[in-house]
């Protein structure tokens, strides 16, 4: 595919400065693209890319379009424009239908694509162009929305993790009777894990986008277009509201809310609600060892520095009120 | 199913408060209970729900009867007692039989359901009534207990992680050559890992939980009835205790020891040994972002602020000695 | 398979001292060996153990000769001559050939072995030798190198994770038009996870090991030779240097770089680039969980303690002026 500048901004918008009839190949970064590939500048770090670029195009916003040395295609929102055109660049979604190896046991809309060695379940429903790429596994009673992508290895509806303890300390499972409903435009990363609810359901609603190897507890519900990234647990009956996002590796505990629009830095376990939106961190700066074992060996004692201090304001006080 | 509430209590026991002959279809938690289904009150916090609940009866403690709206099951262990209702009611296990594109190459008990895409390579023993969900790995020579539950993309008996270092760096493997054994009555979440051992087996004892996104690594000891919460990572040589509960997202680091009953919070690291039980913790608290970075830019400085406190008693205590 | 000592010797070298007649039927550590088996002693702490092995013969460094109470093969490496000893014993990779459930797109060379439910999209390239075990799914493009080790449920180019946000807080995908490339004698642990670079290529070095569990995300590069333990988050566009090790949990975050020789604890997050080769690490001490409640509860006021320290030194300066 091979589309001429003004083919783009008829179908994209945004304004074209240069030769409309310039053809490009495709997407590369303002430092490595050739005269036959378009570019992009989003990030203000990039700026001084601008002036050297060989690509045969640039999106931009209207601010930098000045200094653009080849054409330009300029948008207030250069990123999401580049989002948009790579797409309808890439048009390489897998072609619908059921592939020979996939063991399917609910019916599947023609428009959906189901990819070898998938496994659909009874009473499943999947939605209208659809798109599961090969081992993903869907348990009974799952459903799934319109235009989701499920990457390899996903698994939605397993058991979520319910025991009560007997006096010996043996465990008694509690039927995971629940299911798990994900809502439209959703995309689940490689071997991400959603849990079935224990009895009402877990659900993820529309736009929401999860990286790979994520955890969702049973119950959990995730609003509309949070998005995670990869290693995040959230454990069972959390509630995530919409437009939040999760930085990788971070923890969320069970039964807890956060508001919509919060965000939670990487590496940051979450152990209480979180009632207002804003951006909220709990993690340490790393060191070189040594450093790190002579400073940290402190945290063991914080509390005994605390009532050090404490002693030295009232000592000094007695002092000051003497002299 | 709809047993009648005498019928349940002829089954599991405990003291009927109400219409034996009243039916439920199905459990519910206090607040959506209908009137057609068994709710239950284990969580205290819960207490303030029993007066409005519209369930048709609920299982409770004898402190709670006094102030139940309708039909009662008294027991002393309401949360163990929903347990086992919510198994009977539920009796959806997969039906047993090896599915048509299971690749199993060793012999299985008639008793265990192996799902779509397993894979069971040679010398492998399954135990009687265990269940594979689909896409569950299981690699040569190991053996699972009877009554196992091994979750979607669970995959057991992979190399452990052993290298030697050659001068240059480059690193040679070392054949790991032990087998994962599995005792009776574990559940195993859906895309947890368990290392094969290196020279030794990696053992998981009797009723031993494992939640999904786990990885166990090679030679680790797992004792009998230990829960094991998402996302951990347990690594080699590592011995877990018997009872003990590890929160999700904790690191165990190898050739360590825990001892039977410890409880480890989630996001904890636990570097050394743990030779009494009780409860361990070792994250720190998250904050509005701001305020983290105010504060744990300290953090670097700890041991300085520590210094800085000795020097303040000592010239405190020559001006004491002075006045 | 049952070698004489002194075949061994012939073929890995060392000097042997004892009965070279002697046959060893495979390795087991010191304080387990029997007659019948081949030990080795390579860390300090188990030298203890020597003097009573029951072993057959021992691999051991020159200083621990003198009290080798059995044959012994003396080698500066022991771990190393152990490592490549016990691969040539185990002598178990599964057979070349493509099993006949896996899903095969591209071509494969004789030499390497698909395991059962393997997925291997279009235009993928798979090096001579290389082993996948059951349920690997490799997607479009991709490049695997020579005498690979690729685990059951690891996933090799799945999308990255990019997104645009809309004003609305809506995402729309960037396309992951990029691909995986992987050198010769990579080993990749069961569901780890290497997505597909945006518009550039993910990239791991020749040698490389990753355990289990691991997540790669696009358009990363890892070095040679660098190890990777079990649950390593790695973010997009981060930069692993050569011969770099990083411990179980660690969390990479994007767009940073870490110089050759880099070592980073487990449990470490590294948000900023790392410019000299070392040991780094950031994670805290655990205790009793009472005794964290107390000492951690400081770190919320970690700030205002240091503004107390200041105002005690500034306070006993003007009393030490006084007096």
Redesign the interface.
């Known amino acids: 595919m091979t589309p001429r500048l003004d083919e783009i901004v008829a179908r994209f918008g945004g304004e074209l400065r240069g030769d409309g009839a310039r053809t490009v190949s ?4 303002l430092d ?1 693209a050739t005269p036959w590939q378009l570019s992009f500048l989003a990030n203000p770090k990039y700026r001084s890319q601008l002036a050297a670029t060989r690509a045969g195009a640039v999106i931009l916003a209207p601010e930098a379009a000045a200094d653009c040395p080849c054409a330009a295609i300029v948008t207030p ?1 250069p ?2 424009y ?3 055109v ?2 309808w ?2 048009q ?1 979604p897998p072609p619908p239908g059921i ?1 020979a ?1 996939a ?1 399917v046991e609910s019916p599947v809309p023609d428009s959906a694509s189901i ?3 998938c ?1 659909i ?1 009874p009473d499943v429903e999947i939605g209208e162009g659809s798109v599961l ?3 993903v ?1 869907i ?1 009974s009673g799952c459903r799934i929305g319109r235009r989701a ?1 499920l ?3 996903a ?1 939605i509806g ?2 979520g ?6 006096a ?8 995971q ?1 629940g299911r798990v409903l994900i809502g439209d ?1 959703v ?1 689940i ?3 991400t ?1 959603i ?1 079935r609810g224990a ?2 359901d877990t659900v993820i609603e529309d ?1 929401v ?1 999860l ?3 994520i ?1 969702v ?1 049973h119950n959990v519900r995730i609003g ?2 949070s ?1 995670i ?3 995040v ?1 959230i ?1 069972g009956s959390a509630r995530i509201g ?2 939040c996002t999760i930085g ?2 971070a ?1 969320i ?1 069970g039964h807890l809310a956060l508001a919509d629009g919060v ?9 209480k609600s979180i009632a207002a939106p ?12 040594d ?13 005994a ?2 009532d ?2 404490r002693a ?2 009232k ?2 006080a007695e ?2 009120n ?2």
């Open positions: 495709g997407l590369a970064p490595s929102q990123y999401l580049f989002a948009r790579s797409q660049l890439a390489t592939h190896s063991v990819g070898p060695q496994w379940g790429y090969s081992g596994k348990y992508i990457h390899s290895g698994v397993a058991d993790f319910g025991f009560a303890r007997e010996g300390g043996a465990w008694v499972k509690i039927a009777t435009d995309e990363g490689a071997n894990t849990d009895l009402g736009g986008k990286d790979n190897q955890q507890g509309a277009h998005a990234a990869g290693c647990g454990a919409a437009r990788g590796g923890i505990l965000n939670v830095s990487a590496g940051t376990l979450v152990g804003g951006s909220y961190t709990g993690s340490v700066p790393f060191m070189a060892h450093d790190w074992q002579r400073n940290f060996a402190r945290l063991r004692h914080l509390d520095l605390a050090r201090i030295l304001e000592r000094l002092l000051e003497k002299s």
